[in-house]
Nanobody, 114 residues
Framework: QVQPVESGGGLVQAGGSLRLSCVASETVRFNAMGWYRQAPGKQREFVTTMTSGGGTNYADSVKGRFTISRDNAKNTVYLQMNSLKPEDTGVYYC?????????WGQGTQVTVSS
């Protein structure tokens, strides 16, 4: 299993929180892991990334509300999402990137009601 596996999506009211998890393959050495999202009728957009060295980057739309973290022992990266807004609704995709390829998960649905 090379593709990462996401979990943790769901339905939440505006202002609420969710935490997404992404379990990566143990057989591939990754340079970075992170998250994209795709809202209905829109293109997939960058949310956040974390490099193997621990550096992070966030889309302006989520700065101050979302936090990416990882547990190396579990090969897992997390996305803590606070102060959620209806515009955060979409399918959230985890990705892992090695020197030769990028792998995508199946996605997990996040729905924020107003």
């Amino acid at each position: 299993q090379v593709q990462p596996v996401e979990s943790g999506g769901g339905l939440v009211q505006a202002g609420g929180s969710l935490r997404l998890s992404c379990v990566a393959s143990e057989t591939v050495r990754f340079n970075a892991m992170g998250w994209y999202r795709q809202a209905p009728g829109k293109q997939r957009e960058f949310v956040t990334t974390m490099t193997s060295g621990g550096g992070t980057n966030y889309a302006d739309s989520v700065k101050g509300r979302f936090t990416i973290s990882r547990d190396n022992a579990k090969n897992t990266v997390y996305l803590q999402m606070n102060s959620l807004k209806p515009e955060d609704t979409g399918v959230y995709y985890c990705y892992t990137r090695s020197t030769v390829a990028t792998y995508w998960g199946q996605g997990t649905q996040v729905t924020v009601s107003s």
